[in-house]
């Protein structure tokens, strides 16, 4: 069965600085999505990024990017010039790609906080 | 944003007591899905559905049972509630033919059993 562990159950950042949250996930598939979602005090799942394990190129999007590094299984999310808006909790995913209603698989989280 | 529908939003019920919670979906996504939201745990899968009448078992499904009589409604079932099922629940939906993988969700259901 496949697993996803965060490791850092707490984070904090300062406003404006950079940083890194990570994952790591155990499969035994060589094809799969991984992703990063953001929960808000809301508790509304927002999804924030998305990478295709056959895609060697780190996927990006605007302030957020991840580094994937698919031998080591290693699936961290940057958070680049950080905005009091990123403070949440963030669950890194993993889902196989074979078959199209697969489950997601999460890690147990980690809450970031960002302070002024 | 995904057009998926939640209700109760919150509900507090005694143990024992059977709980229906359901889910809405505008979207005529094929696979629909449970799961629950512990502290310490992330989320975890309860019962997932791949079609009209076509269910299986997640990794925590003790306790509940789903149904699903149309493509738009699931629905999660304790038939018995017990202190231990107070959690956060929340419905997914997927569309297999889509290419990026990911799970929309519903905005949860807060349910506390005393």
């Known amino acids: 069965a496949q697993t996803v562990t965060q490791s850092q159950p707490e984070m904090s950042v300062q406003e404006a600085e950079t940083v890194t949250l990570s994952c790591t996930y155990d499969?035994?598939?060589?094809?799969?999505?991984l992703f990063w979602y953001k929960q808000p005090p809301s508790r509304q799942m927002i999804l924030v990024i998305r990478?295709?394990?056959?895609?060697?190129q780190n996927a990006t999007e605007n302030r957020f990017s991840v580094n994937f590094q698919k031998a080591a299984k290693s699936f961290s999310l940057k958070i680049s010039d950080s905005q009091l808006g990123d403070a949440a909790m963030y669950f890194c995913?993993?889902?196989?790609?074979?078959?199209?209603?697969?489950?997601?698989?999460f890690g147990e989280g980690t809450q970031l906080t960002v302070n002024p | 944003d995904a057009g998926i529908t939640q209700s109760p939003r919150h509900k507090v019920t005694e143990t024992g007591t059977p709980v229906t919670l359901r889910c809405h979906q505008t979207?005529?996504?094929?696979?629909m899905y449970w799961y629950r939201q512990d502290p310490g745990h992330g989320l975890r899968l309860i019962h997932y559905?791949?079609?009209?009448?076509?269910?299986d078992k997640g990794e925590v499904s003790d306790g509940y049972s789903v149904s699903r009589s149309k493509t738009e409604d699931f629905l999660l079932t304790l038939e018995s509630a017990t202190s231990s099922q107070t959690s956060v629940y929340f419905c997914?939906?997927?569309?297999?033919?889509?290419?990026?993988?990911?799970?929309?969700f519903g905005e949860g259901s807060r349910l506390t059993v005393l």
């Open positions: 997914a939906i997927s569309d297999g033919a889509r290419p990026t993988g990911e799970l929309f």
């Open positions: 499969t035994s598939e060589s094809d799969y999505y």
């Open positions: 990478q295709e394990a056959y895609k060697q």
């Open positions: 995913a993993y889902r196989r790609k074979e078959t199209s209603g697969s489950r997601l698989t």
């Open positions: 979207e005529n996504h094929r696979y």
């Open positions: 559905s791949y079609g009209v009448k076509d269910t």
